[in-house]
């Protein structure tokens, strides 16, 4: 199963996001849980799941499978893709961004189109598919060629979603880009918008009451349950880990709620990825 959480904009709890429903579907399912970061060099990833510093100069890195050397990377570098992979405290295993990404991203244009957009898709056939029941791509909150390929080789987009009409607006514009993917006569990907729900949610404001209002009536299919705002997430990202690094006697009420949240999201996520 192949997910990733994209909306066209940065600052929505994309990363966040990824982080807890990759840890909620390794630790209340089971599942064997990859995390691709492609978001760009700042690794957060990395840091949200505290390990940061081991990750800052990959000898494998995620760069290269967009490259036209990953085919002989690939055959004459043993265990090149066991070294891309690094495990977390919390479950799930992660590649991390790195800096060749952006330059990767460039070098693509140069690519013809018909293969352009199918690289990560291969490796996630070729290398994820045979170890991992579910793999999450963190993407950037840009449309670059990067993105697109992540676009392509996902099956299921999540749509986390800051309270805002430029945010709604946002999720119009993604549903139209994955249907001109869907029409590309270059490819056969047929990512589908899956789970759409609000992020960082205030619960005393009119405005959040309205948005999570307008996403269940417009969305009543996919729609899912609202993540509160809590200073628990930030404090915990600066400490290298999810909310569910985190007893119930340390997070506030609003902590246990986002966390509650994003359990019932991974849920709804899984029963429709195995209802299709």
Not at 114 to 121: A, P, S, V
Request: glycine share 6%; with cysteine; hydrophobic share 35%.
């Amino acid at each position: 199963m192949r997910s990733c959480a994209y909306v066209p904009k940065g600052g929505v709890g994309k990363t966040t996001s990824t982080a807890h429903i990759a840890v909620s579907a390794t630790q209340d399912h089971g599942l064997d849980v990859l995390v691709i970061d492609l978001a760009g060099t700042q690794n957060d990833l990395a840091t949200q799941f505290g390990i940061a510093d081991e990750v800052t100069d990959p000898d494998a890195p995620i760069s290269a499978i967009f490259g036209e050397n990953w085919s002989f990377i690939r055959e004459n570098i043993d265990d090149v893709f066991d070294r891309m992979v690094f495990a977390t405290d919390e479950g799930p295993d992660l590649i991390p961004a790195d800096d060749g990404l952006g330059a990767e991203d460039n070098n693509l244009a140069n690519v013809p189109r018909e293969n352009r957009y199918d690289r990560l898709e291969s490796f996630i056939e070729d290398e994820v598919a045979p170890q991992y029941d579910l793999v999450l791509l963190d993407l950037p909150g840009k449309e670059d060629n990067i993105t697109i390929n992540g676009l392509f080789a996902a099956e299921n987009v999540i749509a986390p979603l800051r309270p805002g009409e430029f945010e709604r607006k946002q999720l119009e514009n993604l549903e139209r880009e994955l249907a001109l993917i869907r029409d590309d006569e270059d490819h056969d990907a047929q990512p589908q918008l899956r789970l759409v729900f609000a992020t960082m949610v205030d619960q005393t404001t009119n405005l959040a009451d309205e948005f999570t209002d307008s996403l269940e009536s417009e969305y009543p299919e996919i729609a899912g349950t609202s993540v509160s705002e809590s200073a628990n997430i930030g404090n915990e990202q600066a400490a290298g880990q999810t909310l569910f690094a985190l007893p119930d006697d340390e997070l506030y009420t609003t902590g246990k709620r986002a966390r509650n949240a994003y359990r019932e999201l991974t849920t709804d996520l899984l029963n429709r990825l195995d209802a299709r």
